[in-house]
């Protein structure tokens, strides 16, 4: 769930009176009238290219190729809460708008390919509904991607003001205790130490193969300005955490 910053490109494939493809320009005209066939075949929708970059610090972006490809998005009304479930039904009541499928996703320029459709209940024209900056989007991941998915730790370094830090680069060490007790190196895997950059980090390759209840240390190495140069002290934070094993085909969102 994020905003759109950019509608890159936009073809609005409408019908005329004569069941052909209907513009409002001869250039917009030669720009969509092809890609409205071959995308929507004779139906009406509209294709676009949007920039769905949004905050890092959500940690919502998988940087796997192709990741999001053959997922739903959905366009919502201002003003409408999003539901958190997985359901991928676009109701005009509801405050869904458009919806459509994910032909291509750029993971390095947040770039997406989407042909969008109107909402199942929308009684106006496709002409008044439109993709724009903005806008409040969720993506609908495909059950498969959903199984398939690594979990991503991510650590965020943010100033006496609640501010990203972002000109700062630094290390963080993680560290798993069970009762108080360093847990058996035997169940971890991936790497104990990570280098952020613009004060985020990602730690997408650690993992515990054995289920129970963990505590979780990250300890920022090293100094870093914060604003507060008049004192020193270590930053650490503690998370509890669950972990459990091949159930996640069992789980309901």
Known sequence: IDKIKKVISSCSCQLGR????????????????????????????????LDLEGDQRTGVRSRTANFYVGSTIQLWRDGYPIPLSTSGDCSWSMGCEMYGNISDFDVEKHT????????????????LAAPAEGRMYRIV???????QQSHRCIVVLEDEFGNLAANEDFFVRVSFTVS??????????????????????????MSLTKSGHYKMRLELLGAVNLGNSSSTSMIFTEIDVMVVHNIRKKVLF
Request: glycine share 12%; with cysteine.
């Open 18 to 49: 004569d069941g052909n493809y209907s513009f409002k320009t001869t250039l917009e005209s030669s720009q969509c009238n092809v890609l409205c066939k071959d995308v929507f075949g004779g139906s009406e929708g509209i294709f676009a290219q």
């Open 112 to 127: 997406v390919n989407v042909s969008l459709h109107l909402a199942s209940d929308y009684s106006g024209n496709l002409a």
């Open 141 to 147: 991941l495909d059950k498969d991607r959903i199984f």
């Open 180 to 205: 108080g007790l360093p847990v058996d190196p035997s169940f971890f895997r991936g790497q104990t130490s990570y280098r952020t950059v613009a004060g985020l980090g990602a730690m997408g390759n």
